[in-house]
C-alpha cells in the first residue's frame, strides 16, 4: 500500500500540526488530574501519517506520547526537553542500526516530525495518556520557540509554519 492509498483506506483527515490522521481510540473512563483543566479520558489513539516533503511541526502537549512503527520507512522524531537539549529519535524497522519501534515524547517536551530523506512515508500511531485532548495542545511559532531555544533556531525555523 502507498500513502495516499493508506489515507484513502482509514479515511483520515489533516492534521493541524501536519500530515494524516485519524483517532482509532478513546477510552470512556475519565479522570480528574492535576494541572489539566475538566476532565480527560484516561487514554487515546491515533494512526498518523507523514509523506515525503510533509512534517509535523513543532507543538507540544501536557501528556507523555507514546510513538508506534507500522508501515513505510522511518521517521526522525526531533524533540527539545525542558533543558533544552535537542533529542533524536528514529522511528522505523532497523533496529540494528538504532531505529526504534516504539518511542515515547515526555509530556510538556516541544517536539516535530519528518519522514527520513529516503522515506517516501511514514506510517505510525500515537498513544496518549492522560487522553489527548486539544485544549492540551500548543502549535509554537517559530518566533516563541526561537526565542527560547535560539542555539536550534535553524531545525525550529525548517519546522515550523510561521
Avoid at 11 to 24: C, I, R, W, Y
Avoid at 41 to 68: C, P, R, V
Amino acid at each position: 500500500m502507498n500513502a495516499d492509498q493508506l489515507i484513502e483506506h482509514y479515511k483520515m483527515e489533516k492534521h493541524p500540526e501536519g500530515g494524516a490522521f485519524l483517532e482509532t481510540y478513546r477510552s470512556s473512563e475519565k479522570t480528574h488530574l492535576n494541572g489539566f483543566k475538566g476532565e480527560r479520558n484516561l487514554s487515546t489513539g491515533i494512526y498518523f501519517l507523514l509523506k515525503q516533503g510533509e512534517f509535523s511541526a513543532f507543538h507540544k502537549i501536557k501528556s507523555d506520547e507514546m510513538w508506534h512503527f507500522y508501515l513505510g520507512e522511518s521517521l526522525r522524531i526531533i524533540e527539545i526537553d525542558l533543558e533544552g537539549n535537542l533529542i533524536e529519535t528514529v522511528l522505523g524497522r532497523n533496529i540494528i542500526n538504532g531505529e526504534k519501534v516504539q518511542y515515547t515524547v515526555a509530556a510538556n517536551h516541544w517536539f516535530a516530525s519528518i519522514p527520513n530523506t529516503n522515506s517516501k512515508f511514514s506510517f505510525v500511531g500515537c498513544s496518549v495518556s492522560p487522553g489527548f485532548d486539544f485544549n492540551d495542545f500548543e502549535l509554537a511559532t517559530s518566533t516563541k520557540l526561537s526565542n527560547l531555544y535560539p542555539k536550534h533556531n535553524e531545525l525550529i525555523k525548517e519546522l515550523t509554519y510561521e
